[in-house]
């Protein structure tokens, strides 16, 4: 397997590059079953197909290539061996994430001295409503020139929250995943997840609003 040999180095650019974001084929169950079945070629497909998007997930949720890289060839390592195991419970796609969702969680674990702040001092619900989703910078045209800063604080800002509700809102707000497929992936009821990404959300939308306001004089609408 090509990608189990790469350097980490290899990995990074590669995924710089995006070399292999256009594939979408999704006939994944005929891959698998020859993969089980020893056919390197067919496990490599499968490894094309996801590797952008699992390096994607890690260095978002971890903000550094080099753990990035680590997550991306431990995943698709434990997913290679795993493989026979596979009973098709779930989509490959959601058993994959799965993996690499544990992988980034023992990183973070492993990084204990990064800070994180604390929800608990999130508004009450009589403010639901003003904090109710992340606004998209990219059309706001007060904020036009500014959208690299706003979307590296974006991301420092998640990476500030506990690691519970920063894979939420990764895994919903950022990579586009539905309820049902957060919920697949992180084991956790949907009511769980609506109220992590809520709570996810009413944090990142407060500390975005006050660089806003100290940058343009106007508040969020």
Known sequence: MVLLHRTK???????????????????????????INNDGRAFEHL??????????????????????????????LQAYRSLPKFKGKSSFSTWLYRIAMNNCLMKI???????VESLDSTEDDSTDALYNNI???????EATAENSELRDILSRTIRR???????????????????????GILKLSIPAIK?????????????????????TGKPLQ
């Not at 606004?135 to 045209?141: K, Y």
């Not at 929250?161 to 919920?183: A, C, F």
């Open 135 to 141: 606004p998209d910078w990219s059309f706001n045209p």
């Open 161 to 183: 929250l506990p690691s519970e509700y920063r894979t939420v809102i990764i895994l919903h707000d950022m990579q586009g995943m539905s309820n049902k497929e957060v919920s």
């Open 109 to 115: 674990r492993k990084h204990k001295n990064r800070t």
């Open 195 to 215: 109220s992590r990404l809520h709570r996810a959300r009413s944090f990142v939308r407060k500390r975005l609003s006050h660089y806003f306001v100290q940058k």
């Open 47 to 76: 490894v094309k197909k996801y590797e952008h998007k699992i390096y994607d997930l890690a260095y978002k949720i971890l903000g550094n290539t080099d753990d990035a890289a680590d997550v991306l060839q431990e995943t698709f």
């Open 9 to 35: 180095c290899d990995i990074i650019r590669r995924m710089n590059t995006k070399e292999n974001s256009g594939i979408q084929n999704t006939e994944d169950t005929k891959y698998i079953h020859r993969a």
